[in-house]
């Protein structure tokens, strides 16, 4: 039973979020970024993430927002997520050091930055529940 205790701790650590795939649960180390200076910056400048890393970025509310690529050279994929905690988009591959706008087309309350190709390799799929503590009103609730 330790480790099944150590699961369900590291299920709901802030730095880390589960996604649940029909693969079973794809966790991923995060860095928070749940100010607005911290969402600003977000991944920008950074040259390397390591497979299974990410940014989170989390807002109080479920909104509609929109990413862009300016100054960042890592390609990414964005997954947006609603207040449920459920995957309601996501943006693959998308351009290093674009000023496009990449909106969520849904209303997000948390989003994820992964490696570009992580959604696709990892079966990471719209209406896929996620576990984190920063989640509103989660389907899938940290224990």
Same mark, same amino acid.
């Given at each position: 039973?330790?480790?099944? &205790? &150590?699961?369900? &701790?590291?299920?709901? /650590?802030?730095?880390?979020?589960? *996604? ?11 860095? *928070?970024? /749940? /100010? ?15 497979? /299974? ?14 990413? %862009? ?9 964005? *997954?947006? *997520? ?20 990449? @909106? ?16 696709? &390799? ?6 896929? @529940? ?9 389907? %899938?609730?940290?224990?």
């Amino acid at each position: 039973t330790l480790l099944l &205790a &150590a699961g369900h &701790a590291a299920a709901c /650590d802030q730095n880390q979020i589960d *996604i649940r795939t029909a693969n079973g649960v794809a966790p991923y180390s995060v860095e *928070i970024a /749940d /100010d607005h200076a911290e969402r600003a910056r977000g991944l920008m400048f950074r040259e390397r993430m390591a497979r /299974d890393a990410g940014m989170l970025f989390v807002y109080p509310s479920g909104r509609e927002v929109a990413f %862009w690529m300016k100054n960042t050279p890592l390609p990414l994929d964005i *997954i947006y *997520i609603n207040e449920r905690g459920v995957i309601c988009d996501i943006a693959a591959n998308t351009t290093p050091y674009s000023e496009a706008s990449i @909106p969520s087309n849904c209303a997000a309350q948390t989003v994820l930055e992964v490696n570009a190709g992580e959604a696709q &390799a990892a079966g990471l799929r719209i209406g896929a @529940p996620v576990r984190h503590p920063s989640v509103v009103n989660p389907a %899938w609730a940290c224990e």
